[in-house]
């Protein structure tokens, strides 16, 4: 049922850019104020999650490691530097593996229960595969999109989209990276309707985002491969968004107002969303923190000098003896009886 609802509603707003444009012929609002205001919210957005985050206080270090720790002696044990650091630098690669590469989903593994009962575990590399896929297409796809924002268009933006379409197939060329973003949302999406585990535990904003985004992509691929828009207009009325000259030209398709409205509604979504994992990631503690609490002390900078904290030490010395009755382990021995006295009576 989540993902229904959530199917309905992006249909939903399908229909409004339909009826907006193609019956009330409210190209403004659809083409410059809700972009425009998308845009804004995104931004404002963004940079205050990112003020938030980096305001909140972290004063331990709290890593999630998957690695051996650095040794005392480091000619016992091969430290396993990018999952363990306990370096700055060494931290740093560890970022830059797990925001390139998704390293700590790249050791994703799934569970299966068998006769016995068994529990067996077993690597699970597709998810890390078609995640991989679908971000670095959709990172394409976006850096593609810069030539409709830019003039002249940078040669990093042309080399880039000689490659994505170096294959050469039909015309206009198809892109590698619509086909593979196309693959990664259908695994993506088949996986959460498909295992009921995860169908399970999943809800309204775990689907509604991709079905957003499966629905930005087929009015895209449709536009370039079907409808065959003119991109001319597009570019004149996104280079009057960027220059604060907006203007909208008559000879615009419809279907290029869908795309922009769903663009829309996904940049307003996004800071108020799970999506701002693009920008957490980077202010995580469990991934951004060296793990070296065994070689330097640290100490909660706030701590009230007026409360007094009790050390473990002085709780032991006032329970001992009350501790060693019922059988807990203490760090200390209970002094030895007087002669003549009677031992403690146990509980």
């Not at 609802?5 to 707003?13: A, D, G």
Request: glycine fraction near 6%; aromatic fraction near 14%; charge should be positive.
């Amino acid at each position: 049922m989540n993902a229904l609802y959530s199917l309905v509603f992006v249909l939903t707003l399908v229909l409004i850019p339909l009826v907006g444009v193609g019956a009330a012929d409210l190209k403004t609002i659809f083409g410059v104020c809700i972009p425009s205001t998308a845009i804004i919210v995104f931004v404002a957005g963004f940079v205050y999650k990112i003020i938030k985050w980096s305001r909140s206080a972290v004063p331990f270090r709290i890593p999630t490691t998957g690695g051996q720790q650095r040794p005392y002696d480091p000619t016992m044990f091969k430290q396993n530097k990018w999952d363990n650091p306990s370096t700055g630098p060494q931290t740093v690669i560890r970022m830059l593996l797990e925001v390139l590469a998704f390293r700590s989903l790249f050791r994703n593994t799934k569970a299966s229960l068998h006769e016995g009962p068994v529990v067996a575990y077993a690597s699970a590399k597709w998810l890390w595969l078609f995640a991989l896929l679908f971000h670095y297409s959709f990172f394409i796809i976006v850096a593609r999109h810069l030539r409709l924002f830019m003039e002249p268009i940078p040669g990093f933006v042309n080399a880039l989209d000689f490659v994505d379409g170096i294959l050469q197939i039909g015309a206009p060329v198809v892109y590698q990276s619509d086909a593979i973003i196309i693959l990664g949302l259908g695994y993506l999406l088949g996986r959460r309707l498909w295992d009921a585990r995860i169908r399970y535990i999943s809800l309204v904003n775990d689907y509604f985002p991709l079905f957003l985004i499966i629905g930005i992509v087929l009015s895209g691929v449709y536009m370039r491969y079907f409808a065959k828009v003119d991109v001319m207009a597009i570019k004149e009325l996104t280079m009057g968004l960027v220059t604060f000259h907006p203007h909208v030209p008559a000879n615009i398709d419809i279907t290029f107002f869908i795309h922009l409205f769903l663009v829309s509604v996904l940049l307003l979504y996004f800071p108020f969303s799970k999506l701002m994992h693009l920008g957490g990631v980077f202010l995580s503690p469990t991934r951004n923190l060296p793990n070296d609490t065994r070689m330097n002390r640290h100490i909660n900078p706030w701590n009230d000098p007026k409360v007094h904290a009790r050390p473990y030490a002085d709780y032991e010395d006032e329970f001992r003896e009350k501790m060693v009755n019922v059988g807990i382990p203490v760090d200390k021995p209970l002094p030895s009886a007087p002669a003549g006295a009677e031992a403690p009576e146990k509980a």
